[in-house]
């Protein structure tokens, strides 16, 4: 077993909640509601939509690729790793502005309250899917990961002293986000290609699956998510997404672990097991 002190794990590491979590296959679903629900955001959406940096459409896979290699980077590569990959997304983000459609006033991407809203995105989409999915996690361990998960606001730029370390503090932080969101035109027409996204040739059988997994994503949105899209805010969605997504967790967990797990994922289940039977070698010791 590696050792845990000589070892430069990143941010998370072997006792995690992170790892424990991230590696999952159905967590593909959270990565992409955090898309939607960021979207909610109008200054977020608008300082996307308006950098032809971040929309170029010959770019989008490209851009893709880029962003899921940076949360794997975050989750699982070393300090060193994860600065290098936090330097080059707060270098981008610190030359763009945006224009409020509402104000005109311009105003910086990289300002807090819009990283603020992007991050915990993701964090409240990756815990939800998880949770809902059918994922081991008392609610001690939910409350772990989001406090975890302000390790990796601070890459983008945040102050983790201003961002939610609990399920509950996340919870506050929506109530009090809601008066202020909707969804623009530019988010509206995000959903919209979601159903029909353009692709590659090579990636065509996604565009065939694209109008299923999005209407699962839709479906695990919060209900005044999906309302402020002008979508059905029904109970009978939610359960209907909940039983998909314990559906898919099962389906998966079918398939072998070494084909089921990125090799970071297989490295990081590794270390979380000897990591957890050192633990209880020493409780029994002790």
């Given at each position: 077993?590696?050792?845990?002190?000589d070892?430069?794990?990143?941010?998370?590491?072997?006792g995690?909640?992170?790892w424990?979590?991230?590696?999952?296959p159905?967590?593909?679903?959270?990565g992409i509601?955090?898309?939607?629900?960021?979207?909610l955001?109008?200054?977020?959406?608008?300082?996307?939509?308006?950098?032809?940096?971040?929309?170029?459409p010959?770019?989008?896979?490209?851009?893709?690729?880029?962003?899921?290699?940076?949360?794997?980077?975050?989750?699982?590569?070393?300090?060193?790793?994860?600065?290098?990959?936090?330097?080059r997304?707060?270098?981008?983000?610190?030359?763009?502005?945006?224009?409020?459609?509402r104000?005109?006033?311009?105003?910086?991407?990289?300002d807090?309250e819009?990283?603020?809203?992007?991050?915990?995105?993701?964090?409240?989409?990756?815990?939800?899917?998880?949770r809902?999915?059918?994922?081991?996690?008392?609610?001690?361990?939910?409350?772990?990961?989001?406090?975890?998960q302000?390790?990796?606001?601070a890459?983008?730029?945040?102050?983790?002293?201003?961002?939610?370390?609990?399920?509950?503090?996340?919870k506050d932080?929506?109530?009090?986000?809601?008066?202020h969101?909707?969804a623009?035109?530019?988010?509206?027409?995000?959903?919209?290609r979601?159903?029909n996204?353009?692709v590659?040739?090579?990636?065509m059988?996604?565009?065939?699956?694209?109008?299923a997994?999005a209407?699962?994503v839709v479906a695990?949105l919060?209900?005044?998510?999906?309302?402020?899209?002008?979508l059905?805010?029904?109970p009978?969605?939610?359960?209907a997404?909940?039983?998909?997504?314990?559906g898919?967790?099962?389906?998966?967990?079918?398939?072998?672990?070494?084909?089921?797990?990125?090799p970071?994922?297989?490295?990081?289940?590794?270390?979380?097991?000897e990591y957890e039977?050192?633990?209880?070698g020493?409780?029994?010791?002790?």
């Amino acid at each position: 077993m590696d050792d845990v002190d000589d070892v430069d794990y990143g941010l998370f590491g072997p006792g995690s909640v992170t790892w424990r979590v991230m590696g999952e296959p159905v967590l593909f679903v959270g990565g992409i509601r955090a898309l939607l629900l960021q979207a909610l955001h109008p200054r977020s959406m608008w300082g996307t939509a308006q950098n032809s940096e971040l929309m170029d459409p010959r770019a989008a896979w490209a851009r893709l690729g880029r962003t899921v290699e940076f949360v794997r980077v975050r989750t699982y590569g070393t300090h060193e790793e994860v600065e290098r990959v936090g330097r080059r997304v707060r270098r981008l983000h610190s030359r763009l502005t945006g224009l409020d459609m509402r104000t005109g006033e311009v105003f910086p991407v990289d300002d807090p309250e819009n990283l603020l809203w992007v991050h915990m995105g993701e964090v409240d989409s990756y815990l939800d899917v998880a949770r809902r999915a059918g994922v081991p996690l008392s609610r001690e361990d939910a409350d772990r990961f989001v406090d975890e998960q302000r390790r990796a606001a601070a890459v983008v730029g945040l102050d983790p002293a201003d961002v939610p370390a609990s399920v509950a503090e996340m919870k506050d932080y929506y109530a009090a986000m809601r008066p202020h969101i909707f969804a623009c035109k530019e988010a509206r027409q995000g959903l919209v290609r979601m159903f029909n996204p353009a692709v590659p040739r090579q990636l065509m059988p996604l565009k065939l699956a694209a109008p299923a997994l999005a209407t699962l994503v839709v479906a695990t949105l919060p209900r005044w998510a999906r309302r402020m899209y002008g979508l059905p805010g029904l109970p009978t969605s939610d359960l209907a997404a909940t039983l998909t997504l314990k559906g898919l967790y099962r389906t998966t967990h079918v398939v072998p672990a070494q084909w089921r797990y990125s090799p970071d994922a297989q490295r990081a289940r590794r270390l979380t097991r000897e990591y957890e039977s050192a633990q209880d070698g020493w409780a029994i010791a002790s």
